[in-house]
C-alpha cells in the first residue's frame, strides 16, 4: 500500500474525529528504505496530555506524535529553539492526511515551511562561543589520546561537533543520527565526505575539523569563560506603590506585576496582582507553560474551567489558593456587584504570559 494511503487508513481508524493529521519523513522521499516508518502526526480536539507512541499496523512501523493545537504549537518551537524543528518538518514537507477544520492544516504548513526554508537565523555570541570550545576541547582530546577505544569515541564526537559548527555557521538546521549527516550533506558535501573519509584517522580528522573551525571563528579554550547563575545577590524589594502595570492583560481585569524580569531580575518567577472589578469576568485565556498558583485576599472570586465539556466553577474566598494547570483554560469571574476581588498571582515564568482565547475548550 502506498504510505500516504496507508497513514490515511491508519488515522481514520484510529482517530475518526481528528482535527488534521499529517505524515512525513523518509518514507515519503527517495531515501525510503525497508524499515522506514510512518512518521504522523495526528490533532486533536482538547488532547490534555500530548503522547509519542511507536507501534506496529498492518505491517507498517508507525511513529505517531499525537497533539492538540496549543501542545503542537508549543513543542514545534521547541524544536525551532534546539535548531532541531522534526515536528515542523513532518507537517511542513509532509502530506495531509485529512482536516476537519476548513483548511487550518494548509495555512500551518505554510506557515511552517517559510520557517523551515528561512533556517534559524545566526547563533548568539554565547552559543559561537561554546560551539568553538566544545570543539577546540574534543581537539585536545583526541590530540593526546593513545587507546584505540578512546581515539574511536573521542572522534565521533569530534565529527558531529565539525558538523553541528559547520551548520551552525551556514545558518542551516542540525539534526541527530542520521539527520545530521543528511543536513551537512544538503549543506556542503565535500565537508561530509571528507568528515566521513577521515573519521578512522586522527590525523585527517584533525585538520577537517580545524578547518571548520577556523571558519567559526578559529580555536577557543583558553581564556574561555561560561558565566553561570548568580548565587549571592542582595535581596529586592518592591513597596505596594510601585506595583507595575507593564504586563499583559486580559479584559474585565487589570493586573499589577510586582516580581518580574523588569521589576526584580526574576528569570523563573513572576508574581502580582490581579483585581477584578465587580460583577466583572475576565476573557477567556491560559498562560501557556507557566504553572500558576493563586492566592485570595478580598472578594469571592469564581474560577471557571471546562471538565467533560462541562462548565466547573470553584467559588473561593479570601485565604483561598487555587492552582492553575500549564495550558488550561480558564476565566476568572467577580459576582459581587460592590466589591472588586483581589489576588495574588505566581507563576513559574519570568513573565505573565496571557494566551487570549474564544473560548474554554482545550484546543
Same mark, same amino acid.
Given at each position: 500500500? @502506498? !504510505?500516504?494511503?496507508? *497513514?490515511?487508513?491508519?488515522? #481514520?481508524?484510529?482517530?475518526?474525529? /481528528?482535527?488534521? %493529521?499529517?505524515?512525513? $519523513? ?120 593513545? @587507546? !584505540?577505544?578512546?581515539? *574511536?569515541?573521542?572522534?565521533? #564526537?569530534?565529527?558531529?561537533?565539525? /558538523?553541528?559548527? %559547520?551548520?551552525?555557521? $551556514? ?193
Amino acid at each position: 500500500m @502506498d !504510505p500516504v494511503a496507508a *497513514a490515511r487508513a491508519l488515522v #481514520e481508524e484510529m482517530f475518526p474525529g /481528528a482535527l488534521y %493529521a499529517f505524515v512525513g $519523513g523518509s518514507v515519503l522521499t527517495e531515501r525510503r528504505t525497508s524499515t522506514s516508518d510512518l512518521d504522523i502526526v495526528v490533532v486533536l480536539d482538547g488532547l490534555d496530555r500530548p503522547y509519542r507512541e511507536s507501534l506496529r499496523w498492518h505491517g507498517w512501523p508507525v511513529e505517531l506524535f499525537a497533539h492538540s493545537e496549543t501542545s503542537l504549537a508549543a513543542y514545534i518551537e521547541r524544536g525551532f529553539e534546539s535548531r532541531q524543528p522534526t515536528l515542523a518538518r513532518i507537517c511542513a514537507e509532509g502530506a495531509v492526511l485529512t482536516d476537519r477544520t476548513g483548511g487550518r492544516a494548509s495555512d500551518l504548513q505554510g506557515v511552517l515551511g517559510e520557517r523551515v526554508s528561512a533556517g534559524p537565523g545566526g547563533q548568539t555570541p554565547g552559543q559561537a562561543d561554546r560551539a568553538r570550545y566544545v570543539l577546540s576541547d574534543l581537539l585536545d582530546d583526541l590530540a593526546g589520546a593513545s @587507546d !584505540p577505544g578512546e581515539l *574511536a569515541f573521542i572522534g565521533w #564526537e569530534v565529527v558531529q561537533a565539525t /558538523a553541528r559548527a %559547520a551548520l551552525s555557521v $551556514g545558518g542551516r538546521w542540525h539534526g541527530s543520527g542520521k539527520w545530521l549527516l543528511r543536513e551537512l550533506r544538503a549543506h556542503d558535501p565535500v565537508l561530509a565526505d571528507a568528515l566521513l573519509s577521515a573519521c578512522d584517522d586522527p590525523v585527517r580528522l584533525t585538520a577537517v575539523a580545524t578547518d571548520v573551525l577556523e571558519r567559526a571563528g578559529g580555536r577557543l579554550w583558553e581564556g574561555y569563560r561560561s558565566q553561570g547563575d548568580p548565587f549571592h545577590q542582595g535581596l529586592r524589594h518592591v513597596a505596594a506603590g510601585e506595583l507595575s502595570g507593564e504586563t499583559a492583560q486580559s479584559s474585565g481585569m487589570r493586573r499589577l506585576a510586582a516580581v518580574s524580569g523588569p521589576t526584580t531580575g526574576s528569570s523563573r518567577l513572576w508574581m502580582g496582582q490581579t483585581h477584578v472589578a465587580p460583577s466583572t469576568r475576565s476573557s477567556d485565556h491560559h498562560h501557556g507553560a507557566s504553572e500558576t498558583a493563586i492566592y485570595v485576599v478580598s472578594g469571592r472570586p469564581s474560577f471557571v474551567f471546562l471538565e467533560d465539556d462541562e462548565e466547573v466553577r470553584i467559588e473561593a474566598g479570601p485565604g483561598d489558593y487555587v492552582f492553575v494547570p500549564p495550558y488550561v483554560p480558564h476565566r476568572e469571574e467577580n459576582p459581587d456587584p460592590e466589591r472588586e476581588a483581589v489576588v495574588v498571582i505566581s507563576r513559574s515564568t519570568q513573565e505573565a504570559i496571557v494566551i487570549n482565547l474564544p473560548d474554554l475548550r482545550q484546543r
